[in-house]
């Protein structure tokens, strides 16, 4: 079956580092997506991996490693705007986004 | 501005009544997609248009249908509502279908069902 893991909540510091991880199992694999979705909020885009390795995009990087099913994102510099709920989603085969629950993200002070 | 618009924002709902939630995108995608988010779960895909007179189920059909007249409009309606349906419900487009284009979500339309 098609699965995507990640953790439920995190909580970090402001101006620090925080990884969030995400294991997907699909048919097929076109990509993996991260959004970002603020309570109340639609998600909005934050980045599109299909290459292993790193993306970088200013306090926010996404990795992806193809052959391990898993990704990360990594927001660093946290700020007290960050804290959201954290999506990932693996684009099948057929071209449908498979998604995860989402990660809330809180930061504190 | 250019996006993609839902209404209604929020509806109460008595189970057995039909309801249509409304989406317009002017962005001229292809594609569309109707989307519901309850807690807990994932995204759940409930139906999709590749083109303007085309549509597809999703993972979660049961209980909704989709028309796609022309590029902008694609309504979802709940013919006969029951409170398992009961969820926010976001519309999302995308440039082109079959394509790993990003997908670009409406604000959303919080149903309640008693």
């Known amino acids: 079956g098609q699965n995507i893991d990640q953790p439920t909540e995190m909580t970090a510091t402001e101006g620090a580092i925080v990884q969030i991880n995400c294991t997907y199992q699909?048919?097929?694999?076109?990509?993996l997506f991260w959004y970002q979705q603020h309570a109340g909020e639609a998600p909005t885009f934050l980045s599109y991996?299909?290459l292993d390795g790193l993306e970088e995009k200013g306090r926010f990087s996404s990795f992806l490693s193809r052959s391990k099913g898993y990704s990360y994102l990594l927001l660093k510099e946290l700020q007290m705007k960050d804290s959201a709920s954290y999506l990932c989603?693996?684009?099948?085969?057929?071209?449908?986004?498979?998604w995860g629950a989402g990660t809330k993200l809180i930061i504190k002070p | 501005i250019a996006g993609i618009t839902q209404a209604p924002t929020s509806q109460i709902l008595a189970a057995g009544r039909r309801m249509t939630l409304r989406c317009t995108q002017d962005?001229?995608?292809?594609?569309m997609y109707w989307y519901r988010q309850d807690l807990g779960l994932g995204l759940r895909l409930i139906h999709y248009?590749?083109?303007?007179?085309?549509?597809g189920k999703g993972e979660v059909p049961d209980g909704y249908s989709v028309s796609r007249a022309n590029t902008d409009d694609f309504p979802l309606t709940l013919a006969s509502a029951v409170p398992s349906q009961t969820s926010v419900y976001f519309c999302?487009?995308?440039?082109?279908?079959?394509?790993?284009?990003?997908?670009?979500f409406g604000p959303g339309t919080r149903l309640t069902v008693l």
């Open positions: 999302a487009s995308s440039p082109k279908s079959g394509s790993t284009d990003t997908q670009y």
């Open positions: 962005m001229r995608h292809n594609a």
């Open positions: 248009s590749n083109t303007a007179g085309t549509t």
């Open positions: 699909t048919s097929g694999f076109n990509g």
């Open positions: 991996n299909v």
């Open positions: 989603a693996a684009m099948d085969s057929n071209y449908q986004l498979i």
